[in-house]
């Protein structure tokens, strides 16, 4: 059975085959343009698709736009979504609805190493997600990343360029000091958690890093694991642990 995974965030899609064993092929990703997608990410596709796995943080109307080209393939199509326990993780939010997918998916791959984490996406938003040994998420933080931080201020400070500069310590230029500044924030944000997390758990936990704005930061976190395809491979063992549990999209 041909089987594609898809993982739709606000700024990058990115997709993967995978095999009958739930290993994960080569993984390919397209940034969003205006209206939709760059034309050219259909070419990577095959011209069938028996069952594609997705998982979306995006518009509706991008979403739509995937399960449209993915139906014109054949596929049919299982949406993943946000459980209170499964597969030994058990989240914190009492109402699963409120919790991000990828989020969740990013826990659900983390967990699968049986160990206390720290897991830090950095996309559009920074979130930060806690886990214990047992898979008991113990909760996490939402904040702006870097770019949207940079975009922010921009938007209402226009002579603050939205992007460029060279991050320092003690910066002697805007440029370099706004970078400096929201990277700064962030780093803070995840110095502290990892802190807090130690203290609570008694041990300190493996910090994982993901997201496409995570590269940026990984080298000022050098006890960081980067895990590029996280949310894709919480996305295959979802398809797995859930038994095809999904909402039918074609």
């Not at 997709?15 to 739930?22: E, S, T």
């Not at 921009?154 to 003690?170: D, K, N």
């Not at 041990?203 to 993901?210: A, E, F, G, K, V």
Request: hydrophobic share 45%; with cysteine; proline share 5%.
């Amino acid at each position: 059975m041909n089987t594609w995974l898809f993982d739709l965030g606000n700024t990058r899609l990115k997709f993967a085959p995978l095999d009958g064993d739930g290993r994960i092929g080569a993984v390919q990703g397209t940034s969003h343009v205006e209206g939709g997608f760059d034309p050219e990410w259909l070419e990577e596709l095959p011209a069938r698709i028996d069952v594609a796995i997705v998982a979306s943080v995006a518009s509706p109307a991008l979403r739509m736009i995937l399960l449209d080209a993915l139906a014109a393939r054949g596929a049919q199509v299982q949406l993943a979504h946000t459980l209170p326990t499964l597969d030994g993780l058990t989240i914190a939010y009492a109402d699963p609805t409120r919790f991000g997918v990828d989020r969740f998916l990013a826990l659900l791959s983390a967990h699968a190493d049986g160990a206390p984490a720290l897991v830090v996406g950095v996309g559009t938003a920074l979130t930060v997600d806690l886990i214990d040994g047992e898979g008991r998420h113990l909760g996490g933080r939402i904040a702006p990343s870097p770019t949207l931080m940079r975009e922010a201020l921009h938007r209402r400070v226009a002579q603050l360029a939205p992007s460029g500069g060279a991050y320092a310590e003690f910066a002697d230029d805007t440029d370099d000091a706004l970078v400096s500044g929201c990277e700064g924030a962030a780093l803070g944000l995840v110095e502290r958690s990892l802190s807090e997390a130690t203290a609570r758990l008694g041990t300190r936990p493996r910090l994982l890093l993901h997201g496409g704005g995570g590269e940026a930061l990984r080298g000022r976190l050098p006890d960081a694991h980067w895990r590029a395809d996280l949310v894709l491979h919480g996305l295959a063992r979802w398809h797995r642990a859930s038994a095809g549990i999904g909402s039918p999209e074609g």
